[in-house]
C-alpha cells in the first residue's frame, strides 16, 4: 500500500467507452471488431424503447405474440408505418394510414363550426390492424390519440427449444 | 448564456411517459417504502397534497379513485434522465449536469438571438423522443436562469421558455420573485431577511453589499451578485474529480473469492472516504480485475463491470456493497488474479442531490452517515483499522414496501412495455 498508489486519481476515464461501459480495460483496443447489435437496431439511443407484443391483432403481417419490437419515437409517422398508438387508454400496434381503407372518402376532415384544423389535423388517419378479426379505427377528436413511436424492427424467436 | 433546463414534475413524467392515461390526473409519486409524498402532478398540487406528506393520510384519497399513486422506480427515472441529458449534451456547448432533472447548459459561443430558438426546439425534442416535458430558463448568470426557469415553469405563456436579458426584465421579475425561492437563500434563509425588510428578490438586490455581508457573508454577496447579472457561481465541479480510481497489484496473485472481495472492499472504502472529503457522491460503481499479463503460460482474463446506483451514494457501505455487487458478476475461479480496482464516476455534488432524494429512508442514510464519520475519524492514521463486515448485497433492498411500482420498461426484459 504505498502512498503512490494510493493518489492514483484518473480523470474521467469513461468518456471513451460509452454510456454506462465501465472504463477502458486492456482489451479495449479490440472491442470494435463485434458487430454490435444496439448500433445496428438503434439509431436514436435517447429515443429509443423497447416493447413486447401480445395477442394477434398484427398476425398477418407475421407479427406475431411474444415478438420484441424496437420502437422509435423521434420519427414522424408516415402512411404505411408501424406503429406503437396510445388510444383511450390502450396500447395498440397498428398501421398508420392517411387514405380511407372503404376506398373513395375524402381524406381531410368535414369542417365545424368554430373549429380551426392546422394541416395537419385537418387529415383523417386511420389504424389498420392486420388481422381480419379486427376492423380498421378511425381517429377522431373523440379519441384520447398519440403515436407513441414508430416501429423499426420486429426482433422473433425462431427456435423454440 | 446559461440556460436551466429543469424536467417538470420529473418523477410523475416519468411515470406518464410509459402511462400516458396517467396525463391529466393527480399523480404522486411514494418516497422509498411508500412513506411519503416525494412528486406531485400539477393536479395533485392544485389538490393542496403537500411535499412531504405522509402517504397514510391521502391513501383514502387512492381508495377512493381520486388519486394515483406510484411507489419509486428509480432505476426508470435514472434511464429517462440520461436519456435527456444526452439530448442535452448535444446541443450545448458545454453542459453541467446538476441534477436527476436538472442540467446548465453553457451557451457562450452561441449567439444570444439564437439561444431561444434553439431552445424551443429542444423542448418538443425532448417531449417527442423521451416523453418528458421540459422548462428552460435562460440569463447571464445561473441564479437568475434558476428565476428564469421558474416564471417558464408557472406562466403557460412562456410556452416553456423565459429569457431574463436585460436589466429592465430583471428587475420585473425579480420584483415578483419572494425571497424564500432564490437559489441559495432558500427558506432557511428568508426569516432572517424578511424580518429585515427584504420580501423580494428585487428589495434585496437593492441593499448596499456592506449590508448584504453583514447578514449573510461571502455567499450572500455572490447570490447579489448573481441577481444582478453578474457571474459569480463558478463550476464548481471542475475543481472537483470526474472519477476516482483506487486500485493496487497484489503482493502475490489471488485465486480466491474471500481474498479479493476483502481487497476490493478496501479499495472501495477508499473511494467513498474521497467521496465525502470533495463533498461529492457518485452514481456509478465500477470493479476490474486484471491478471498477469506477462505470464503467457497462465490464462488471461481482464473483466469489469459497472453498478448504476438509484441514488448518488458516497457512505462506505452503499459504495462497498455497489463494488462487491460488481466483483461478484465478473469473478470466475481459475484465473489468477494480480490487480484489482474500484472506480467511482458520475459523481455530483452532496448539494445538487434533491433534498426529496435524500429524504428516502433518511433513516438509514443518517445512520450510514455517522458510520462513515467515525470510519473517517478512526481511519485518519492511513490505517484501516475499522472496516464493513462484508455483506450480502440486496440486504439493503429486501423487504421494502412497493406496493403501486410501475415496470422497469427500460431495464429488464420481462418488464417491456406491452403492445396488443
Known amino acids: 500500500m504505498s502512498a503512490e498508489e494510493d493518489k492514483k486519481e484518473i480523470l474521467s476515464p469513461m468518456m471513451d467507452s460509452g454510456v454506462h461501459a465501465g472504463f477502458p480495460s486492456p482489451a ?6 463485434f458487430i454490435d447489435l444496439n448500433k445496428e437496431l438503434v439509431r436514436h439511443p435517447a429515443a429509443t424503447f423497447f416493447a413486447r407484443v401480445v395477442g394477434d391483432s398484427m398476425v398477418d403481417a407475421d407479427v406475431n405474440e411474444g415478438d420484441v419490437l424496437v420502437v422509435d419515437k423521434s420519427i414522424e409517422p408516415k402512411e404505411g408505418d408501424m406503429a406503437v398508438c396510445f388510444i383511450d387508454g390502450e396500447f395498440a400496434l397498428k398501421f398508420i394510414s392517411f387514405k380511407d381503407p372503404s376506398g373513395d372518402g375524402p381524406s381531410v376532415k368535414a369542417s365545424r363550426p368554430g373549429v380551426s384544423y392546422s ?28 403515436v407513441w413511436g414508430v416501429v423499426t424492427y420486429v426482433i422473433k424467436k425462431v427456435c423454440t427449444r | 448564456m446559461y440556460a436551466l433546463v429543469d424536467c417538470n414534475n420529473f418523477f410523475v413524467s416519468c411515470e406518464r411517459a410509459f402511462q400516458p392515461e396517467l396525463e391529466g390526473r393527480p399523480v404522486v409519486v411514494l418516497s422509498n417504502n411508500d412513506g411519503c409524498v416525494v412528486a ?35 432505476t426508470l427515472y435514472g434511464d429517462l434522465s440520461s436519456r435527456v441529458m444526452s439530448i442535452l449534451a448535444e446541443a450545448a456547448p458545454r453542459l453541467e449536469v446538476y441534477s436527476i432533472d436538472e442540467a446548465y447548459m453553457d451557451m457562450d459561443g452561441v449567439a444570444a438571438d439564437r439561444v431561444p430558438g434553439i431552445c424551443s426546439d429542444l423542448i418538443k425534442k425532448i417531449r417527442r423522443w ?9 440569463a447571464d448568470t445561473k441564479t437568475l436562469a434558476k428565476v428564469a426557469n421558474h416564471f417558464a415553469k408557472k406562466y403557460k405563456g412562456y410556452k416553456g421558455v423565459c429569457v431574463i436579458d436585460s436589466d429592465d426584465k430583471i428587475r420585473k421579475a425579480l420584483a ?36 448584504v455581508r453583514g447578514m449573510m457573508g461571502i455567499g450572500g454577496i455572490r447570490t447579489w451578485g448573481e441577481l444582478q447579472g453578474r457571474r459569480m457561481v463558478e463550476d464548481e465541479r471542475d475543481e472537483k474529480r470526474k472519477s476516482i480510481c483506487t ?38 460503481v465500477a470493479v476490474f480485475l486484471q491478471t498477469n499479463r506477462f505470464r503467457d503460460d497462465l490464462p488471461q482474463y ?11 451514494a458516497n457512505s462506505t457501505r452503499e459504495v462497498v456493497a455497489a463494488a462487491l455487487r460488481a466483483l461478484r458478476m465478473i469473478f470466475r475461479s481459475g484465473y489468477e488474479y494480480k490487480k484489482a480496482g474500484v472506480v467511482v464516476y458520475d459523481i455530483v455534488d452532496c448539494d ?63 418488464d417491456l412495455l406491452e403492445v396488443k
Not at chain 2, 130 to 138: A, D, K, L
Not at chain 2, 199 to 210: C, N, Q, S, Y
Not at chain 2, 363 to 391: H, Y
Open chain 2, 176 to 211: 415578483l420573485t419572494p425571497i424564500a425561492e432564490v437559489w441559495g437563500i432558500g427558506r432557511r434563509g428568508a426569516p432572517r431577511l424578511e424580518a429585515a425588510g427584504v420580501k423580494t428578490a428585487l428589495d434585496f438586490i437593492g441593499r448596499p453589499v456592506e449590508w
Open chain 2, 247 to 284: 486500485s493496487r497489484s497484489f503482493d502475490m496473485t489471488l485465486t480466491d473469492l474471500d481474498e479479493i472481495t476483502l481487497r476490493v472492499s478496501d479499495f472501495a472504502g477508499k473511494c467513498a472516504e474521497k467521496l465525502r472529503d470533495d463533498g461529492t457522491a457518485a452514481y456509478s
Open chain 2, 352 to 414: 445538487a442531490i434533491q433534498a426529496s432524494l435524500f429524504d428516502f429512508d433518511q433513516e438509514t442514510r443518517d445512520r450510514d452517515d455517522r458510520i462513515s464519520k467515525v470510519m473517517d475519524l478512526v481511519n485518519t492514521s492511513g490505517k484501516n483499522v475499522l472496516r464493513l463486515a462484508t455483506q450480502r448485497p440486496g440486504h439493503y433492498s429486501d423487504g421494502i414496501r412497493r406496493e403501486f411500482c410501475s415496470r422497469l420498461y427500460t431495464t429488464s426484459w420481462s
Open chain 1, 119 to 146: 394541416i395537419l389535423e385537418r387529415q383523417r388517419m386511420w389504424l389498420l390492424p392486420a388481422n381480419e378479426k379486427y376492423p380498421p379505427i378511425e381517429v377522431t377528436d373523440s379519441n384520447d390519440f398519440t
Open chain 1, 28 to 33: 479495449q483496443d479490440y472491442i470494435n471488431s
Open chain 2, 40 to 74: 406531485r402532478s400539477n393536479e395533485s398540487k392544485a389538490m393542496g397534497i403537500k411535499m412531504g406528506t405522509p402517504f397514510f393520510k391521502v391513501r383514502y384519497l387512492v381508495e377512493q379513485g381520486r388519486l394515483v399513486a406510484r411507489s419509486s422506480n428509480y
Open chain 2, 130 to 138: 423521451t416523453g418528458i416535458p421540459v422548462s428552460i430558463g435562460i
Open chain 2, 302 to 312: 481482464f473483466p469489469d463491470a459497472a453498478i448504476r446506483l438509484d441514488v448518488p
